[in-house]
């Protein structure tokens, strides 16, 4: 185990594309990345935490072009969103590439230049089929389509035939070398199934690469051939020694090179198992310790993607809850290899259970009757007894366990650990009652050391959680008369029971509040559609004060029809159904009110009337981008249908 004895850390997140704005599978990436760097600073290891954006590409080039805006405006949009949404998940990277930077461009051409130089790249014409949204020539064994182009078998969609003068990486030299190294360090790639899923795709051969293109303008420029530009993977691979330093800040580069961690989504996982340690190896860089590929956050079961329109948007928890709620829960939740199911009813069950009640109400009741029975000062402490030995004890196991597994990448089972630790703070309580004690004064000395002793327990359990929960571990700390930070507290200057008894501590505040799964839903973004809201209080209509609008203000309502492709009940909900609408070129999903009326298969094939320019609401967990129009009996929803085959899409006025 290498790692454990180096002094220092480098992790990273994969460079996030900025043709799409982050979501909560790039904010999944970033949080265990900021989790594992917490800890190794904790660990006292000098730590370098390194993310940022990927911003050259005909993909960038192309969804620029659609907006009219350059792509560079592209990119600073969504790098501003991009740093707002770390900011606002507490991440506490040291720095934050973009590729646009001049020392990263002037970089990747330099190690370009010594790869031709040494012969690893060199010019040659390559044909293929290409597909142009993923930027990427096919494999052989693509399938081919109904029209003869092949499809890709990444996006599902035809690719075209390019032939173009390009250079090529010699791939095929660093077969045999990759597989070596992967036999002298098994975890070079974690999970385990996923270093042979990598070993296998090596063993079955490795061709030359093209890397660069001519037919993409946005990208860093071949050194001296400024027709080609270097393709995106390239460019973007090279971030990782680029942004530390490498050829402008060479002592950083010195320290922390090789990376200890560089973490990503599965989907990413032969760039940089495969390509990416060749690239090194041809540069003659050290290979990095491990590459670790996470599984997918799921919604209902299916990959989030924009295409689905079900991706969770963090802001809709973030703004209600803050960032430790979410931050416990991804990695709480599931182990980081494996894919998980997020849904709103699991993530309020785990948050109410671990956070509100375990830990929540075991800092609140200490701190109350800290409050209560001596006034905020618990003062002097009668001798420890058995059970407080215990107690110690079974903390100092805890916490090699949490420890152990933070080091192993395993955040899941550190707080699986902890938590069982918390479950004995919250026995112990329970089993020595306090409140009993509090009644006879004889005992004074007895409830102060149980009180003492719990609070010892909480700060000790906040250290542990910090790296994960980095606000809630520093107010816990502050609500304990603590005046140092926990994140300041390295742990092996930690002591159980270096709590000041004579120090006062802070009347509790609500840390975790309970969540209601209704109101949750129901928060201030979640705007249900007319036939599901709750009936309006009867009133007469007062139409002498309804509004007037103008042509104007009405043509305002982007009016479209829809034609429904599917149609599913909303599980727990006896009015929703979930439509996917197709609006021509384009797929909606809709949740509307109309179950009491038709049966989802009544619906498939039909065309109504939808409001496509309607901000998106979460209905029930389910997001509903667009409304149909309905008339409503009795709170039914009646829908007018068109009559023959008027296509999607088509303007309604
Ligand atoms: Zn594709």
Not at 367 to 385: C, D, R, S
Not at 612 to 627: D, F, H, T, W, Y
Request: aromatic content about 10%; proline content about 7%.
């Amino acid at each position: 185990m290498e790692k454990k004895s180096k002094q220092t850390f480098f992790v990273t997140t994969p460079i996030y594309y900025v043709n799409d704005v982050p979501h909560i599978g790039h904010a999944y990436t970033t949080i265990i990345a900021d989790a594992l760097a917490r800890h190794n600073r904790l660990a006292g290891r000098e730590v370098f935490f390194l993310t940022g954006t990927d911003e050259h590409g005909q993909k960038i080039e192309k969804a620029a072009a659609e907006r009219g805006i350059t792509p560079i405006e592209l990119a600073d949009s969504v790098v501003t969103r991009t740093q707002n949404l770390w900011q606002a998940l507490d991440i506490s990277q040291d720095f934050f590439v973009r590729t646009t930077m001049p020392f990263h461009e002037k970089g990747v051409q330099e190690i370009f230049r010594r790869m031709l130089a040494k012969g690893d790249i060199y010019k040659g014409e390559y044909k293929g089929w290409y597909c142009v949204s993923d930027e990427a020539f096919l494999p052989d064994d693509a399938p081919i389509g109904k029209d003869g182009a092949k499809i890709c078998p990444d996006c599902g969609r035809a690719a075209v035939v390019l032939a173009e003068p390009t250079y090529f990486f010699r791939l095929s030299a660093y077969q045999q070398k990759l597989l070596d190294h992967f036999e002298a360090h098994p975890d070079f790639v974690r999970p385990p199934s996923r270093m042979n899923e990598v070993a296998s795709f090596v063993r079955g051969g490795l061709r030359d690469i093209s890397i660069t293109r001519t037919t993409v303008k946005w990208g860093v420029p071949v050194p001296d051939d400024p027709a080609h530009t270097i393709y995106v993977w390239f460019d973007a691979l090279h971030n990782y020694i680029t942004a530390l330093g490498w050829d402008w800040n060479r002592e950083r580069f010195e320290k922390f090179w090789p990376a200890s961690l560089h973490l990503m989504g599965k989907d990413i996982l032969r760039f940089h198992a495969v390509y990416w340690p060749a690239f090194l190896m041809a540069s003659g860089f050290a290979l990095p310790d491990c590459i670790f590929g996470h599984g997918w956050w799921l919604k209902d079961e299916a990959k989030m993607s924009k295409s689905l329109g079900n991706v969770l948007d963090p802001y809709l928890i973030i703004n209600t809850l803050g960032p430790d709620p979410l931050r416990y829960f991804l990695l709480r939740e599931i182990p980081i290899g494996l894919d998980g199911n997020f849904s709103h009813e699991g993530f309020i069950h785990r948050v109410n259970s671990d956070l509100a009640n375990d830990f929540g109400n075991l800092v609140h009741r200490t701190l109350n009757m800290v409050q209560q029975y001596f006034g905020g000062t618990i003062g002097e402490p009668a001798a420890e007894e058995a059970q407080d030995a215990a107690l110690r004890a079974a903390f100092e196991s805890a916490r090699t366990a949490v420890l152990a597994h933070y080091e192993d990448y395993a955040p899941a089972k550190a707080l699986e650990e902890l938590w069982a630790f918390i479950g004995l703070a919250n026995k112990y309580l329970a089993d020595n009652a306090p409140w009993k004690l509090a009644k006879d004064p004889a005992l004074r000395g007895r409830l102060a050391r149980v009180l003492w002793q719990a609070a010892a327990a909480i700060r000790g359990s906040s250290h542990l959680a910090a790296p994960v929960m980095p606000g809630s571990a520093r107010r816990i700390w502050d609500l304990l008369g603590e005046t140092r930070s926990p994140l300041d507290v390295l742990y092996a200057d930690f002591r159980f029971d270096d709590l000041d008894p004579a120090r006062p501590m802070k009347p509790p505040v609500p840390l975790f509040p309970r969540i209601d799964l209704k109101e949750f839903l129901a928060g201030p973004a979640a705007v249900p559609p007319a036939a599901e809201r709750p009936a309006e209080p009867k009133k007469p209509p007062k139409e002498t004060t309804m509004d007037i609008i103008t042509y104007e203000e009405f043509k305002k309502l982007d009016l479209r029809v829809g034609l429904v492709l599917k149609a599913e009940r909303v599980e727990g909900a006896t009015r929703l159904l979930k439509l996917q609408i197709d609006l021509g070129g384009e797929q909606r999903q809709i949740v509307a009110g109309v179950a009491e009326t038709y049966a989802p298969e009544d619906l498939v094939g039909k065309r109504f009337t939808v409001i496509a320019n309607l901000k998106p609401a979460v209905i029930r967990g389910v997001e509903s981008q667009g409304m149909l129009l309905a008339g409503i009996r009795d709170g039914k929803a009646f829908i007018p249908f068109f009559e023959g085959d008027i296509p999607a899409g088509s303007k309604v006025q």
